[in-house]
């Protein structure tokens, strides 16, 4: 059954129908992200059969998609003690059997792919593109494989490791890459040539209602299992597109009623050297500082949290990070790969499960949020762990891996583009 929603561009406030992908406000020249209006303003949760479709009151999609999972949320209590917090909850969205979290990508960004793919009219015959820093691609590719939708990935070369399965994908997923050296937002330039051919279309990133509405049902697991907003949000940001659905969800449940009238601080986190949000914000900047790209792609390469690597991210729009920190009082902070590593080995000795690099720098800016006295131990907070349970998942499965089908320069010839994804998909 389809959702009953209308967007809404959050700049001018103007309601128009979703024709089946709209990205952007139809006329409007301003940049600004647009929103789902939902028509129920009371979220109903079905039963965790549904998988993430429990929340489709709030999720912009035509139709349901088997084989997805929701956020498991939880009180911690080892982890809790050992930070001397006594209300600390953890979100979490990857592979713990244990605690009911079956994602077999083991990352939250199935979150993303599941609606994305349930929005796309089934009418449209359109090939999906997606640049990733290797999570993202890897549930859309399993979302797309399970479900016979065309996808072309783009990642960089040295993030190819993260494309894996637990079994062959289909052959209606192809993948593209950057040479060794690139990073995410070079997949991004890549793919925004490929999406520019007929018979393409983006997924649209951050732009996509679908996919930050996805993001958002990490709060939507948090608040209906804890029956309140927390105080604080804490989470790693690359985009910082979770964050921003953090605060829409937030938003919504406010006008819910039943949860509470407040906006969570958001305490979002980048990875030590790549820092161009947490520059920005703590200059006070509506923009990113200026930097150079040899030297961002240099300090790409040395943190560990590779997925934590846009440059190009929905900072400065309308309704992007910067109004969703504005917003909610929040700030961003940093962690260094030390810092992120012994958090995840905190996180596995106290909790019982492996978590990515990118949930541990979200952990370690929590440890030092609370070492700097920033939280009160009775502060309701909530932990966004956005992946993990990989170890556990690789050792009892045996894995596949996708191979690029091309590998192009960092400034790849749009004719050349052209060229390969037109032999690339000749027989389709």
């Not at 960004?109 to 990733?132: F, G, M, Q």
């Not at 930097?291 to 400065?316: C, G, M, T, W």
């Not at 030390?338 to 909790?351: I, P, S």
């Not at 966004?384 to 089908?405: D, M, S, V, W």
């Amino acid at each position: 059954m389809p959702t009953q929603y209308r967007l809404q561009s959050v700049h001018t406030k103007a309601l128009f129908a979703d024709e089946g992908f709209t990205l952007d406000a139809p006329g409007e020249q301003h940049p600004t992200l647009i929103r789902a209006v939902y028509q129920r303003d009371q979220l109903a949760v079905t039963g965790r059969c549904d998988g993430i479709f429990c929340y489709a009151d709030w999720l912009p999609v035509n139709r349901h998609i088997e084989g997805s999972s929701a956020p498991v949320t939880f009180r911690s209590e080892e982890l809790a003690r050992r930070l001397g917090l006594n209300n600390l909850w953890i979100t979490f969205s990857g592979w713990w059997p244990e605690r009911g979290a079956l994602m077999k990508t083991c990352s939250f960004k199935e979150t993303e792919a599941y609606p994305v793919c349930a929005r796309r009219p089934l009418a449209d015959n359109r090939v999906l593109v997606v640049a990733s820093a290797g999570n993202t691609a890897r549930a859309f590719a399993r979302v797309c494989s399970d479900n016979n939708i065309p996808l072309l990935l783009c990642v960089p070369h040295d993030n190819l490791d993260a494309l894996w399965s637990d079994q062959p994908l289909a052959d209606c997923v192809k993948l593209l890459a950057t040479r060794s050296g690139s990073d995410y937002f070079d997949a991004i330039h890549l793919s925004n040539i490929v999406a520019a051919l007929d018979g393409f279309v983006a997924e649209g990133g951050a732009r996509n209602v679908a996919r930050r509405d996805g993001m958002g049902t990490t709060v939507l697991s948090a608040v209906t299992t804890i029956g309140a907003i927390p105080r604080y949000y804490f989470q790693a940001v690359g985009s910082g597109t979770g964050a921003i659905a953090a605060w829409e969800a937030n938003m919504r449940l406010v006008a819910d009623g039943r949860f509470g009238n407040h906006l969570m601080k958001l305490m979002v986190s980048q990875n030590d050297p790549f820092l161009p949000m947490y520059d920005a914000w703590h200059q006070n900047s509506r923009e990113l500082l200026p930097f150079n790209h040899d030297e961002a792609r240099q300090q790409v390469e040395a943190i560990d949290a590779k997925v934590l690597s846009n440059r190009k991210p929905p900072y400065s729009i309308v309704g992007g990070l910067f109004d969703a920190l504005t917003a909610t009082g929040g700030t961003v902070l940093k962690a260094t790969n030390e810092e992120g590593r012994a958090a995840m080995k905190l996180f596995a000795e106290t909790e019982g499960c492996d978590i990515h690099p990118a949930a541990g720098i979200a952990l370690a800016s929590l440890i030092s949020s609370v070492n700097a006295g920033h939280i009160a131990p009775d502060d309701l907070v909530m932990l966004n762990i956005t992946g993990g349970g990989e170890a556990c998942f690789k050792a009892e499965n045996q894995l596949h891996y996708l191979k690029p089908h091309h590998v192009f320069d960092i400034n790849p010839d749009a004719g050349e583009v052209r060229q390969v994804v037109e032999d690339l998909f000749r027989n389709r």
